[in-house]
């Protein structure tokens, strides 16, 4: 089955700076890649996604990149924000196969 | 619409009762999950339904642990004789048919066990 792994666990970085979040796959069949961000005590919410047939996708100052070949994909998130601190977490899937997400990543944007 | 729901939003037991957890996903989606988040953890798949298909049960920790999902809608998480490592959020989610769908997370159950 399809495993997910995600880097690094933590994140500290200054307001205004850029953060990436990377995650690898093992199933070569998953064709969609979606990030979830959960701030604290909430419920994980879908921040953005891509599919196999596109390389980059962004949507204002988030973007995330697919490498197919290589099997992982990467979140990136510039001028970052306070508000901009949660956990996110990344996950892969395709078909009726069940979506897999990895361990999270907390990040901290420090004004 | 309506989200997906879950109740009781709170669950407070003691040690060695029985809890069951309800989830109420979107109308018409046939994808349900169960995962469990621990304090500052990750999200630990617990179970996952799709259709009629026979239910993807990998992740139940324990046999202390069952899930139905009744009618193709509403799913019950039941965990039996619980213990205190059982303490965290259980948050249910659903999709609409494939995991290419989004998914949509519940608000959890938060389970408290003295």
């Known amino acids: 089955g399809e495993n997910v792994e995600q880097h690094p666990s933590t994140l500290s970085v200054q307001e205004g700076d850029s953060a990436v979040i990377k995650c690898t796959y093992s199933d070569s069949a998953s064709n969609y890649f979606p990030w979830y961000k959960q701030e604290l005590g909430k419920r994980p919410q879908l921040i953005i996604d891509i599919r196999s047939n596109v390389g980059e996708k962004k949507d204002q100052r988030i973007a995330v990149t697919l490498n197919k070949t290589a099997k992982h994909f990467s979140l990136h998130i510039t001028e970052t924000q306070p508000e901009d601190s949660a956990v996110y977490f990344c996950?892969?899937?395709?078909?009726?196969?069940?979506?897999?997400f990895g361990t999270g990543t907390r990040l901290l944007v420090s004004p | 619409g309506a989200g997906v729901s879950q109740s009781p939003s709170n669950k407070v037991t003691e040690k060695g009762k029985d809890v069951e957890l309800r989830c109420d996903p979107i109308s018409g989606h046939t994808a349900l999950y169960w995962y469990r988040q621990s304090l500052g953890q990750g999200l630990e798949f617990l179970i996952y339904?799709?259709?009629?298909?026979?239910?993807?049960k990998s992740g139940l920790p324990s046999d202390r642990f069952s899930a139905e999902r009744t009618g193709g809608s509403v799913s019950t998480l039941t965990i039996q004789r619980t213990q205190q490592e059982d303490s965290a959020v259980y948050l249910c989610?659903?999709?609409?048919?494939?995991?290419?769908?989004?998914?949509?997370f519940g608000p959890g159950t938060r389970l408290t066990v003295l």
């Open positions: 996950a892969a899937g395709e078909g009726f196969q069940k979506l897999v």
């Open positions: 989610a659903s999709n609409k048919r494939t995991a290419t769908d989004t998914q949509y």
């Open positions: 339904f799709q259709g009629n298909s026979a239910p993807d």
